[in-house]
């Protein structure tokens, strides 16, 4: 991020960003090897070894400290109110593009933080389970702009915050199927109050136009994931290509990508430029590339989904 200049932030190169907070010396976990990396990625994307020792680890005693000071906070607030203590989930959200990588970001943050932590429960929900369906997109005439802040049921994403910050025992989010690109009807993940709860999605930090609340008022912790709008859009054309080349969308005729799979390369391709261009670019510098500077960490990345430099924000 070099040729970008951020207020309130402090830019770390990742050489010096590993050496971050007590602990700096860490190995990996045992169980973090190439294999686990290839298992726990999204479809496509790419990890090193290298970066989930010099950022993932430190990202991790960072969120460790943070997780720590909103305990404390927590437990003053509760002696000078007083009020009755209750474990409330402190909530991490992620936000970036599509194609960024924010699902194995999210993923491998939610183990290693799990694997740091031991009994303490750390669950991870995306917000593509608050997309309305494609039935009602259709419905609304606005299949076309999916992703973008009109495409969710913000009242719902919202009311299930509050219950998250209301200390509910049981919640339920409902589950996407990037199979079928759409919400499952009737099927929904389940947390039983975790001490930490991960959030992942485009739209973690945009603001609600029809409500003065925002989705982030909700976060103890945020991260925006970052890099060029040419990498992206070469990492979304990239996963795409590779997405129709696997045989269980040629051949399944339920999979929503089965009818581009049948069509010839250099058409499935254009389509998918057409789609970058009229959708995700758009939303991506409209709505999604102005929220970065809410977050309060910002991973940047460079070419191979390699890690060049973190932002903390300092007030």
Do not use: C
Not at 68 to 86: G, N
Not at 237 to 244: F, G, I, P, V
Not at 260 to 270: E, G, I, M, N, S
Not at 297 to 303: A, E
């Amino acid at each position: 991020m070099t040729d970008v200049k951020l207020l309130n932030y402090v830019a770390y190169p990742k050489e010096q960003w590993r050496h971050i907070g007590p602990g700096s010396q860490a190995e990996l976990p045992s169980t973090v090897d190439t294999a686990f990396l290839t298992r726990i990625k999204a479809f496509n994307d790419q990890i090193s070894l290298d970066d989930v020792h010099d950022v993932y680890l430190p990202l991790v005693r960072y969120v460790q400290f943070m997780y720590k000071e909103y305990q404390a906070h927590r437990a003053h607030q509760t002696t000078f109110l007083h009020e009755q203590s209750y474990d409330i989930p402190f909530v991490v959200g992620i936000a970036g593009s599509v194609a960024v990588g924010k699902t194995t970001t999210a993923r491998l943050l939610t183990y290693l933080l799990q694997e740091a932590m031991g009994h303490d429960e750390v669950a991870l929900m995306t917000t593509d389970g608050f997309l309305k369906p494609n039935s009602q997109l259709l419905a609304e005439g606005i299949m076309e702009r999916k992703g973008f802040p009109e495409s969710y049921d913000m009242q719902a994403l919202l009311n299930f915050m509050d219950e998250v910050k209301s200390g509910a025992d049981q919640l339920q989010s409902p589950k996407y199927s990037h199979d079928i690109s759409d919400v499952m009807p009737n099927t929904f993940d389940e947390f039983a109050k975790p001490s930490i709860l991960i959030v992942e999605g485009i739209n973690t930090l945009q603001p609600n136009a029809d409500s003065a609340v925002y989705l982030s008022d909700f976060f103890d912790f945020s991260i925006y994931i970052d890099a060029e709008t040419d990498l992206i859009a070469h990492w979304y054309l990239d996963r795409y290509e590779a997405l129709l080349e696997q045989s269980d969308v040629a051949n399944d005729p339920d999979n929503y990508f089965y009818e581009l799979a049948q069509l010839p390369r250099a058409d499935a391709l254009k389509y998918a430029e057409s789609v970058w261009e009229s959708v995700n670019l758009p939303n991506l510098t409209q709505y999604i590339l102005p929220t970065r500077e809410r977050a309060d960490l910002i991973l940047r990345k460079t070419v191979g989904h390699g890690f060049s430099e973190i932002w903390l924000r300092k007030h």
